[in-house]
Each structure stands twice: as C-alpha cells, then as structure tokens.
C-alpha cells in the first residue's frame, strides 16, 4: 500500500521555467511533509519542509503549496537552473511521539534543460 | 561539521553471505534510522534507534535483517544470507531528538551476485 503517491515520475523543463511535482497521502496522522532533492551516488538532502498549519511555505526559488482537504502537496521550482537537475522525493511523518520516520514517494527525475 | 558516514561505499557480495553495513551519525545525534532504497524507487524505512535501543524494527523485511547500535552513536546493520533481492542502496540517517529533519548519509551500494 502506497501512503505517499508522487507524480510526474520524470519531467523536462527548460531553463528559467517553473518545475511542479504533486504528491499526494493517505495517512491523516501524517503533519510534517519534507522535500529531498537527491543526486546520482549521494544521500537525499532536505529541501524544504511544511506543516499542515500554513498553506504554502517559500525558501528561495522553491515554494511548497498544501491542501490539507484534499491530502496534497506539491513543489514548485521556479527559475530552474541546470543544477536543479535531480531526482526530488516527496514525503510524510507523523510527529506524534518522538519516530519521525519518514514515508517517501517513488521520486521525480527533473531534468532542466541550458 | 562532519555529515553522516557509511562504510562501505560499495559492497558487491555472493548469495547467501553474511554483511554487515556501518553508519557513523552525526556527532549528539540521538536519533538514527536505516532505509533501503531500490533502483528507481523512494527510500523505505527499515528500522528507528533512539539512542541504544531499537524503538521501531517494523520496517526490517525479515529476521535475515538485524541491526545494532551498543553506544548509542555508530549503527552496524547485519544482513545474514543474503539474497539477490536484497541488492539496493542501504542509506542511513540521523537526526537531534527534537527535530524532524533527517540527515542522510551516502549510502551503502549492496550488489548481491
């Protein structure tokens, strides 16, 4: 049973246009949704986090919008540089108690064309 | 600072072996998880120390899988008799007691001939 569905599984974006990546969960404990962006042969890397409590969260070029109804989420890079290029996993815990472990969505290869 | 480390980088062994896969967390950090991740898909949660002790093994696939952490600070995972499916990336993390955020290491590459 997937808990954390994440679409597109690939996209291509040129340079200075805004990539999207949507997830969405099932689990209604879930309250604290992280974004990882991972590179070939290195660990994920925090990106951007939210909690249900706030509807969108900006870091930089990088803005999280969530929809606590509709049990989505989804990550918007605007400007997208080259660099972005990587793989970006969406994901979800619960914060009750002190096991934050986190359930991951299948990831979205973007690729940002120069 | 020191991020988190994994020893080795690369791991190619025979089926039916025996492994182990060491994690050394970031210095204070008390929280420590090991997910595997396969080719192409998201990492999977495997098993939670809080501190010495294995608070939540649920995510261990079955009893080939073992895990330690005796001091609290380096984790060791032990898989015994290994199988070709158990071939993936074995990642660790870890994390302050009171903070969500997750530090990743780079990863064990397990190939299982």
């Known amino acids: 049973q997937q808990q954390v569905k994440q679409s597109p599984q690939s996209l291509i974006v040129q340079k200075g246009g805004i990539s999207i990546i949507n997830c969405a969960y099932e689990?209604?404990?879930?309250?604290?949704f992280p974004w990882y962006q991972q590179f070939p042969g290195k660990g994920p890397a925090l990106l951007i986090a939210?909690?249900?409590?706030?509807s969108e969260k900006k870091e930089g070029r990088f803005t999280i919008s969530f929809n606590k109804s509709a049990k989505q989420f989804s990550l918007h890079i605007m400007d997208s540089q080259p660099g972005d290029s990587a793989t970006y996993f969406c994901?979800?815990?619960?914060?009750?108690?002190?096991?934050?472990?986190?359930?991951f969505g299948k990831g979205t290869l973007l690729t940002v064309n120069p | 600072g020191a991020g988190v480390s994994q020893t080795p980088s690369n791991k190619v062994t025979e089926k039916g072996k025996y492994v182990e896969l060491r994690c050394d967390p970031i210095?204070?950090?008390?929280?420590l998880y090991w997910y595997r991740q396969s080719l192409g898909q998201g990492p999977e949660f495997l098993i939670y120390?809080?501190?010495?002790?294995?608070?939540?093994d649920s995510g261990l696939p079955n009893d080939r899988f073992f895990a330690v952490r005796p001091e609290g600070s380096v984790s060791t995972l032990k898989i015994q008799r290994t199988e070709r499916g158990d071939s993936a990336v074995y990642l660790c993390?870890?994390?302050?007691?009171?903070?969500?955020?997750?530090?990743f290491g780079p990863g064990t590459r397990l190939t299982v001939l």
């Open positions: 939210i909690r249900p409590d706030v």
């Open positions: 210095s204070g950090h008390t929280a």
């Open positions: 689990n209604t404990a879930f309250d604290y």
């Open positions: 994901a979800a815990t619960g914060t009750r108690g002190s096991n934050y472990k986190l359930t």
């Open positions: 120390f809080q501190g010495t002790g294995a608070a939540d």
């Open positions: 993390a870890s994390s302050p007691r009171t903070l969500q955020e997750q530090f």
